[in-house]
């Protein structure tokens, strides 16, 4: 009898223990979720700075509205062996109509001549319709590129990165790289923002030595049917050793050489 009430008691242990092991794994894998869940947020606001920036120097350079067609959003998994793993949509950006034409521009698409054939239709047209509306459309457009429009010869030159006539002597002053690739400045100011909010906000999600915290973003391919097709969308992959995170997290390399030892990858 008292072998058979031992037995009983052991089994209640081992039952009792596996319990609370059982009940101690659930509660480690709900703070898990839930700090993923943070950095989900953390990186969705890192995207949203980056568009913030890019807006404000497009407006700075071009005094038109660029418009952001989305919300990032963001999916955190913790791979088994590897690491923690965030896979982000990047909002589309849209420019005015300044940007459609600052494109055709660039490419040498024969903006200047379409648009000293509209001038020229309006102004034999005598509509004032068509006039106010030709106005409009020229408070959105680069002013040297209506310069050049007004001058045929002005555009006669050679062009340079942005599409406009080579620069003179006394004009020398370097386009901001806005002019010439925006597409390629907003990934630019959206990989940044997420390289520090990585080293920033990640000491909660408990990446050992040997593991890994990796990003990839990728811009959002449920455009509206009226954008035009994306044929420039690339993902930017960026991962960081989880010992160089923890060595920067307790101060002993600095943040130029955490970033530099960031693996970041474009395709």
């Known amino acids: 009898m008292s072998m058979m009430v031992g037995g009983l008691v052991a089994s209640a242990g081992m039952g009792s223990a596996q319990t609370t092991a059982e009940a101690r794994a659930a509660a480690e894998q709900r703070q898990s979720r839930y700090q993923i869940g943070v950095m989900e947020r953390v990186l969705e606001g890192a995207v949203e700075h980056g568009a913030s920036e890019m807006r404000s120097r497009w407006q700075t350079v071009m005094q038109t509205e660029m418009l952001i067609l989305d919300n990032a959003r963001v999916r955190g998994f913790r791979l088994e062996g590897y690491g923690v793993f965030f896979d982000v949509i990047v909002p589309s950006v849209e420019g005015t109509l300044a940007w459609s034409f600052r494109v055709l521009d660039q490419n040498d698409l024969g903006l200047n001549s379409a648009l000293q054939a509209i001038k020229a239709y309006v102004a034999a047209a005598g509509n004032a319709d068509l006039e106010q509306a030709l106005k409009r459309i020229e408070l959105q457009v680069d002013p040297t590129i209506?310069?050049?429009?007004?001058?045929?010869?002005?555009?006669?030159?050679?062009?340079?990165?942005?599409?406009?006539?080579?620069?003179?002597?006394?004009?020398?002053?370097?386009?901001?790289?806005?002019?010439?690739?925006?597409?390629?400045?907003?990934?630019?100011?959206?990989?940044?923002?997420?390289?520090?909010?990585?080293?920033?906000?990640?000491?909660?999600?408990?990446?050992?030595?040997?593991?890994?915290?990796?990003?990839?973003?990728?811009?959002?391919?449920?455009?509206?049917?009226?954008?035009?097709?994306?044929?420039?969308?690339?993902?930017?992959?960026?991962?960081?050793?989880?010992?160089?995170?923890?060595?920067?997290?307790?101060?002993?390399?600095?943040?130029?050489?955490?970033?530099?030892?960031?693996?970041?990858?474009?395709?």
């Open 146 to 267: 209506l310069a050049r429009a007004a001058s045929p010869s002005a555009g006669s030159g050679a062009r340079n990165a942005v599409g406009s006539a080579a620069s003179t002597g006394a004009d020398k002053a370097p386009a901001d790289p806005i002019l010439s690739d925006p597409l390629e400045t907003f990934r630019t100011e959206v990989k940044q923002a997420l390289m520090d909010a990585m080293l920033d906000h990640s000491s909660s999600l408990g990446i050992g030595p040997a593991e890994w915290l990796t990003v990839a973003a990728r811009r959002n391919e449920d455009r509206p049917q009226l954008a035009p097709a994306d044929s420039d969308a690339r993902t930017v992959f960026i991962r960081v050793r989880g010992s160089d995170l923890l060595a920067f997290l307790a101060r002993q390399i600095s943040r130029e050489e955490a970033l530099k030892r960031m693996e970041v990858r474009v395709f």
